[in-house]
């Protein structure tokens, strides 16, 4: 190293544990603690500069590093699976700054840091669920003036929301929206539910776990706490309903559960199989096998010869 | 019906209303009241202060001095300036409607004719679909638009079906009073016509109380029952509507009808 | 057959491992230092530091050099480290009629005292490549005249002398300079109408192409402002910091720093009597665009204070602030590129559905066509 290098590299600060300075984690804990006392509402927040881009995580990872503690297990999940790039490198993220332990196992985790899904395993009352957010604002893009849409929540003016809902049904027949489907939190906020598949919407309702959500960009944080009514907005006549898969899934034959579809030839070959990797895995080692799982035993017997 | 005894009392009172931008005069001193069922008109020239006054009766705009009042269904009468915001929204969205000179600022213009007049309806809590889109037809019908364009959208509305839409979707809730600013302002004159026909029997039909801001002696004529004459931002004649037109007393408002109605 | 996707640790570890090589480049070549850096391309670390909101020259260097050039990057790279820098508390207001200037002109006054100073500019160069520059040819030390040190007075006091432009202090006039020190963008949420402070501080930080482009709108008839330049200057100002153990302050050093003091017209009001109002930018380093191009948009911004309608985009404070920041937009749009494949999973099903649904009553549209033709025939 040069001197200039060594000068440079010495007067570098060290990181605190789960990287936030310790003043910074009490005033995003003031701020989720302000969220749990009003279910669903938005509570501004001063978010910080993250060491990953906005819209990558900034919101979820300042929530977990405010609440996270040396004996927590952290488990990390995009798209429902722990090892999409993404979660792979938060979850580096924090055993770095913060070694704590870190599991695949959604049982075993006390934080449990998500981007588009809920675990299809019901959560307990001793787990935090953690959401990304990139735009809290469910009425953002029917209007994008943050100082009305402000005031809408303020004085409950939801009908704009119906309207979208109503326009759904006028062009398609039914509502189009399949994610980031808003909800009525406790009676009161209309929220949304982060980019989750509506699928996912009812194990938001009276949920055993507290929820957490954290936009970084927006600096917006919102919770739910455990038992509270989350209610999707639908209309008396056209319920709402969440996506039916007609098959099971490939690998573990689980039903009622979110599936990926995965592209298997150029030809319109494709097998579906659990958005949750944790879940299928845990499936299988408990006996269960879909139809494609006894060729997958195969194939790895094959590779490994 | 309601008794007798409540229709004695005004629905709307307005005292010594003043409003001041800067140093410029927008009305001042202005009182009057508006019983249930009563179509009042404004008239003046313009800039005299009309849609000023308009607005600070219909909680649009902060008055400088004076006081609204207002009587609620249940009878009980409010300073408007005293009620909270939510209050006022929530009055403004089911007890009143306000029609606006432009219908691109009363209207959503990108939002299906059916969702602008059942978007009220959502707002109260309405959440039966059939039962929304139901009453929408219904109220395209009385404003004589077609059913079949209740999926369109206003932006491919010619000018009067746009104004008679925004009628329709600030009738639908069954307000007791409408605002309506110059209402066939931007129209030509043989849609002008049927749209004041329209306003008039519909007015009458359900019992409405209306304040109509216009320039036109004749719409005035046409729909109110009474009327007050502005200039200057002050009134300067009030009085039921064929007596103000046919024996003027102010000198300026003798001007207004002679220039006006001369034909 | 079906292999799920492992090893996501070790895709990415791998990835960058071929960044660092990509980035070492050449190993016959020298690496690039730090001073090299500073020295040589220091309008880019200019530009770090100032949309970093961090005065920190070899910081910067090490951002660009990290970043392969990259520049909105390297600002992300130096940010995140600000972040976790601890706050010992906030400076006095540089004083920039002190400044020591290397460069000072004013489009509004043909002369004035101390003159106009081009300093260091690319302004009327011719711009032709220099063949010289792709060598190490010698370069001819440059001509300083030595400056009696007396500071320059700003073009903005001589106006203000004659009270015929606002005061620094706002619109109104005669407002005191608040008490409380001003706000912190990076510590306090964003809550709109902004004040002024917050609002210059997020202009500060603003990404220069999207205020240049703004400021342009602004000249092009999208909110216009009549502007003139009534000064630049660019030099050394003193930073320091009141210490109230000592009870005086102290000097903690210099930094470089860009001013752009707008004149621009006003009519007057009711209130106000004619007079010029100002556009401010200030921006770390030499970086007259962007202090040009902030000072425009903020007179713009300040279209509530004068009456003015606000129909431009630029003169639109929640447009203006929530996009001008180029770490949030960079990472919002970039983001589109992480899998979506839940997402996508429930809008195919909807499409297949409604695909399915709209097939469905084509068919049934044909059968009755062709019931009725029948009963007709
Ligand atoms: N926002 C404003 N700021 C300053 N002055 C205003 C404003 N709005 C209206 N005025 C002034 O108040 C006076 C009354 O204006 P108002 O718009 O109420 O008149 P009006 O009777 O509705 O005219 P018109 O028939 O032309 O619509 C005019 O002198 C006008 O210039
Ligand atoms: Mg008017
Ligand atoms: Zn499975």
Redesign the pocket.
Known sequence: MTGQAQDIAGGMAAYNFAYLDEQTKRMIRRAILKGIAIPGYQVPFASREMPMPYGWGTGGVQVTASIIGRDDTLKVIDQGADDTTNAVSIRAFFQKVADVAVTTRTREASVIQTRHRIPEEPLTASQVLVYQVPIPEPLRFLEPRETETRKMHALEEYGLMHVKLYEDIARHGHIATTYAYPVLVDDRYVMDPSPTPKFDNPKMDMCEALQLFGAGREKRIYAIPPYTRVVSLDFEDHPFEVQRFEEPCALCAARDVYLDEVILDDKGGRMFVCSDTDHCEERRAAGHRGHLAAEEAYATTEAAQ | MSGPREDDQPLLSVRGLGKR??D?V??RDVSFDVWPGEVLAIV?E????????LNCISTRLEPTTGAVRYRLRDGQERDLYEMSEAERRLLMRTDWGFVHQNPADGLRMSVSAGANVGERLMAVGQRHYGNIRGTAANWLERVEIAEDRIDDRPRDFSGGMRQRLQIARNLVTGPRLVFMDEPTGGLDVSVQARLLDLVRGLVADLGLAAIV?T?DLAVARLLSHRMIV?KD?AVIEAGLTDRVLDDPQAPYTQLLVSSILQV | MYVAVKGGEAAIANAHRLLGDRRRGNRDLPSITLDQLVGQLSLAVDRVMAEASLYAPHLAALAVKQARGDMIEAIFLLRAYRTTLPRFGASLPVETGEMVAERRVSATFKDLPGGQVLGPTFDYTHRLLDPELAGDGEVDAALVSETDGDPLMRVTDILAHEDIIESSRGAAGDTPLPEEPSGDLTREPLEFPMQRDQRLQALARGDEGFLLSLGYSTQRGYGRTHPFVGEIRMGEVEVELDVPELGFAVSLGTIKVTECQMVTQFAGSAKAPPQFTRGYGLVFGQSERKAMSMALVDRALRADEFGEDRLAPAQDEEFVISHSDNVQATGFVEHLKLPHYVDFQAELDLVRRMRGEFEAREAADLETDNASREAAE
Request: proline share 0%; net charge positive.
């Open positions: 931008y800067g410029r927008g009305c003046g313009s800039g005299s202060g009309k849609t000023t006054l801001v320039h502005m931002g």
